[in-house]
C-alpha cells in the first residue's frame, strides 16, 4: 500500500499507531526510546502522504485511504521547484549559429531568450530546423528574429504542480516550459523573470523517483 519506501523506524511507527491508536508523538517517543524531535521528520512524511492522520489534541491513527489515493495525494505534493533545472539561457541578438551551437553543447531541446534576466522569449529545436532548411545566413541572423515571443509562451510557477506542468508539456508539445517569477518594471508593467525550467526529461525523472520509492 505505501507509496513511498519507508524506513523501518516509520515501518514501526505504523505498527505503534495501528495498535495503540490514537497514541500521541509523547507516547510513541517512549516506546521508541527516542526524542519527540527525532521523529517529526518520520511523523512528517507519513502524514504528508497520507499513511497517519493526525488528531489535535488526540493523536494520530491510521488512514483507511486506499492506495491509489495515496498515490494521488503524493504526486499532488510534488511542486515544480521540487523538479526543475537551471534553465540554458542566451540574449536575443546572438546569431542563429552560435545558438545552434550553444543548444547542442549544453544537450537541450529549447533554449530561452532573456534580457537582463526577465523572459522574452523561447526557440526549439524544431525552429533551428525551419531556418536551416532555408538559404538564410545563420551567422547574420539573430536568434531573435526566429523566436517565439512573450506572452505567446506557456510558463508555470514555482509552487505550481508537477502535475500541472506535464499537463502543459503534452497539451503543448513542447520540450519544456519556462519556470517564471511574475514582477513589474519601471513603468508597472508586468514582466517574467525566468528562474528555471521543467522539461520532459524532469518529468522522465520524476516517474523513475517514484517508481524506485514503490
Known amino acids: 500500500m505505501d507509496i513511498i519506501k519507508l524506513s523501518p523506524r516509520q515501518e514501526k511507527i505504523i505498527e505503534l499507531v495501528k495498535e495503540h491508536a490514537p497514541i500521541t508523538s509523547e507516547q510513541l517517543a517512549s516506546k521508541l526510546n527516542v526524542t519527540r524531535a527525532a521523529l517529526r521528520p518520520d511523523l512528517a512524511i507519513l502524514t504528508m502522504t497520507g499513511i497517519l492522520e493526525a488528531k489535535p489534541k488526540v493523536g494520530y491513527i491510521y488512514s483507511q485511504k486506499p492506495s491509489y489515493s495515496l498515490l494521488y495525494d503524493y504526486i499532488m505534493e510534488i511542486k515544480v521547484k521540487d523538479i526543475m533545472s537551471k534553465p540554458v539561457m542566451v540574449d ?7 545558438a545552434i551551437l550553444y543548444l547542442f553543447l ?13 523572459l522574452i522569449g523561447a526557440v526549439s529545436r524544431k525552429d533551428f530546423i525551419k531556418i536551416a532548411m532555408g538559404s538564410t545566413d545563420m551567422h547574420k541572423i ?5 523566436m517565439t515571443r512573450m506572452p505567446n509562451i506557456v510558463c508555470v510557477q514555482k509552487d505550481d504542480p508537477a502535475y500541472l506542468a506535464a499537463q502543459k508539456i503534452m497539451e503543448h508539445e513542447v520540450d519544456s516550459l519556462p519556470v517564471v517569477e511574475k514582477s513589474y518594471d519601471k513603468s508597472k508593467n508586468e514582466t517574467f ?3 528555471g525550467k521543467v522539461s520532459k526529461t524532469n518529468i522522465t525523472r520524476l516517474f523513475v523517483k517514484i517508481g524506485e520509492s514503490k
Open 193 to 195: 523573470k525566468i528562474i
Open 142 to 146: 539573430p536568434v531573435g528574429v526566429i
Open 106 to 118: 549544453n544537450d537541450v531541446g529549447t533554449l530561452f531568450i532573456e534580457n537582463n534576466g526577465v
Open 92 to 98: 536575443e541578438n546572438t546569431t542563429v549559429y552560435d
